[in-house]
């Protein structure tokens, strides 16, 4: 396994749209492990490929602590899509794409996501709280959107600001 680096707004390479993974191979898997030591790493909850500068439909979320020996509640998916969503919750969010800026956004409460697991078996997820919002956190990532997305116009302008400002200073 390897650490990745993560791609940090405003990188362009952020908004570009996912492709959709073919079949779970080694690939992909290997992927899905590099993903997972760099989200624990990190640390953070949630990774998508396009934040380590890989095109494709995979994420991995793990929204318990992680204490180094339990993956917890791991979850590596390809190709996951939202079926169904209901209610709504506001979440402070913050990403690792968009370090040190916390946001509230609007999410669905409850949602279904159908996905491909590590084996390549379709499975599905019903998820809430935490965990429902990372999942659609992370599936935006999949297609080209930042939390930041969901926010005023003006408090993306600032935060999107200061990020490039950060960026030419280092």
């Given at each position: 396994?390897?650490?990745?680096?993560?791609?940090?707004?405003?990188?362009?390479?952020?908004?570009?749209?996912?492709?959709?993974?073919?079949?779970?191979?080694?690939?992909?898997?290997?992927?899905?492990?590099?993903?997972?030591?760099?989200?624990?790493?990190?640390?953070?909850?949630?990774?998508?490929?396009?934040?380590?500068?890989?095109?494709?439909?995979?994420?991995v979320v793990d929204v318990e602590t992680y204490d180094g020996e339990d993956?917890?509640?791991?979850?590596?998916?390809?190709?996951?899509?939202?079926?169904?969503?209901?209610?709504?919750?506001?979440?402070?969010?913050?990403?690792?794409?968009?370090?040190?800026?916390?946001?509230?956004?609007?999410?669905?409460?409850?949602?279904?996501?159908?996905?491909?697991?590590?084996?390549?078996?379709?499975?599905?997820?019903?998820?809430?709280?935490?965990?429902?919002?990372?999942?659609?956190?992370?599936?935006?990532?999949?297609?080209?959107?930042?939390?930041?997305?969901?926010?005023?116009?003006?408090?993306?302008?600032?935060?999107?600001?200061?990020?490039?400002?950060?960026?030419?200073?280092?």
């Amino acid at each position: 396994m390897a650490l990745l680096p993560i791609l940090t707004a405003p990188d362009r390479r952020l908004k570009q749209i996912s492709q959709p993974v073919e079949e779970v191979s080694d690939k992909i898997v290997k992927l899905m492990d590099d993903m997972v030591e760099t989200m624990y790493a990190a640390p953070g909850i949630g990774l998508a490929a396009p934040q380590v500068n890989v095109l494709k439909r995979v994420i991995v979320v793990d929204v318990e602590t992680y204490d180094g020996e339990d993956k917890h509640d791991l979850l590596t998916l390809a190709n996951p899509e939202i079926i169904e969503q209901t209610g709504e919750i506001i979440w402070a969010e913050g990403c690792l794409s968009v370090p040190e800026f916390t946001e509230d956004v609007v999410r669905a409460e409850h949602i279904i996501v159908r996905a491909l697991d590590r084996d390549g078996k379709k499975i599905e997820i019903e998820a809430q709280g935490l965990l429902a919002v990372c999942l659609q956190h992370e599936i935006d990532h999949l297609d080209g959107k930042l939390f930041i997305d969901h926010i005023s116009r003006l408090k993306r302008a600032i935060i999107t600001q200061k990020l490039k400002k950060r960026k030419k200073s280092e």
